[in-house]
């Protein structure tokens, strides 16, 4: 499975951006997907998870509600919409897939597919 993330960009504080995540791949829909990010100098984290039906997701105690991910397996696509926005969510948010798994997973190391990350940055 190949992966193409999309929709990062600058915007205020309190404001929102969609991320998009396509995937290549006739088997996207058996898998777990994943979204992590990876901020100047500090390590990549877990941001959120889905199974590979959507009916479970799992979230960092940071997003607070503030993100939904979301999945839409006959377009083979993986969403993160964030909203509220804060100036320390600034990074590169990347999307992963755990092929081969339909479980969802906050451990990155789990994740066997990257795609190249998109940026976002939220200005104070």
């Known amino acids: 499975v190949q992966l193409q993330a999309s929709g990062g960009g600058l915007v205020q504080t309190g404001g929102s951006l969609r991320l998009s995540c396509a995937a290549s791949?006739?088997?996207?829909?058996?898998?777990?997907m994943g979204w992590f990010r990876q901020a100047p100098g500090k390590e990549r984290e877990f941001v959120a998870a889905?199974?590979?039906?959507?009916?479970?997701?799992y979230y960092a105690d940071f997003v607070e509600g503030r993100f939904t991910i979301t999945r839409d397996n006959a377009k083979n696509t993986v969403n993160l919409q964030m909203n509220s926005l804060k100036p320390e969510d600034t990074a590169a948010y990347y999307c992963a897939v755990r092929s081969g798994y339909s479980g969802a997973s906050t451990d990155a190391n789990q994740y066997n597919s990257w795609g190249q990350g998109t940026q976002v940055t939220v200005s104070s």
């Open positions: 889905i199974n590979w039906s959507g009916g479970t997701t």
């Open positions: 791949g006739r088997t996207f829909s058996n898998y777990a």
